[in-house]
């Protein structure tokens, strides 16, 4: 039994907003190594608790499939968020159904939590993006690009879409003086049809 539970890697989540969206991304790639991403996506839906099942038939099996998926998710969902908020999302999460853990509806709970997508939210991700800069010139430009990216992603989820050479211009626009040759000479190939400025080139040349 010890041996067992120690081969169980726990995804701590404490319940820190902006740690969500990085821990999601490793839980759902842990759920698929494990089995049982298609069931807290909602992909697979799993039967109800008292549902009888006959294992003989091919139908039976994908059920019982499902019905073990959810457990396994459910329980991971459990021991992974240390939060009491967190926590509490995942503990309340039970249906009439379901009545000894629902993950389908614990892993949407938390999203709604974590990571909403209302009009409230939509506003607050649209301010961080524009007021977003790199400040020093001895700050990782790479690395603020890819908050800005992370910034673009969770825009779109709320329908606010932000293309790529809008997000280039954002950065040409907020890095420190120290880049102006360089901002002066990526600047010259936004309209470019032959040879069009790409983000990729932008991060190597900051």
Same mark, same amino acid.
């Given at each position: 039994?010890? /041996? *067992?539970l120690k081969s169980i890697r726990v995804l701590d989540f404490d319940g820190t907003r902006n740690k969500f969206r990085m821990w999601s991304m490793k839980f759902l790639a842990a759920a698929h190594q494990r089995g049982y991403r298609d069931v807290i996506t909602g992909v697979v839906t799993a039967?109800? *608790?008292?549902?009888?099942?006959?294992i003989s038939t091919e139908e039976g099996k994908k059920l019982h499939k499902a019905r073990e998926a959810n457990s396994k998710a459910y329980s991971d969902l459990v021991l992974s968020c240390s939060?009491?908020?967190?926590?509490?999302? &995942?503990?309340?999460a039970v249906t009439p159904d379901l009545q000894e853990g629902d993950a389908r509806l614990a892993w949407k709970k938390l999203k709604e939590k974590y990571m909403p997508t209302t009009s409230a939210n939509k506003v607050d991700l649209a301010a961080q993006?524009?007021?977003?800069?790199?400040t020093s010139w001895k700050s990782n430009p790479d690395l603020?690009? *890819?908050?800005?990216?992370?910034?673009?992603?969770? +825009?779109?989820?709320c329908?606010? &879409?932000? /293309?790529?050479?809008?997000?280039?211009i954002h950065i040409l626009n907020n890095v420190p003086s120290k880049y102006d040759n360089v901002v002066e000479n990526l600047?010259?190939?936004? /309209?470019?049809?032959?040879?069009?400025?790409? +983000?990729?080139e932008v991060r190597s040349d900051l």
């Open positions: 039994m010890a /041996d *067992s039967p109800p *608790s008292d549902e009888g099942i006959d939060g009491e908020i967190c926590f509490e999302i &995942v503990a309340g993006f524009a007021n977003s800069k790199l603020w690009i *890819s908050k800005l990216e992370i910034l673009r992603t969770r +825009l779109a989820s329908n606010q &879409v932000i /293309d790529e050479t809008g997000l280039i600047e010259k190939r936004l /309209d470019s049809l032959s040879e069009p400025l790409l +983000l990729e």
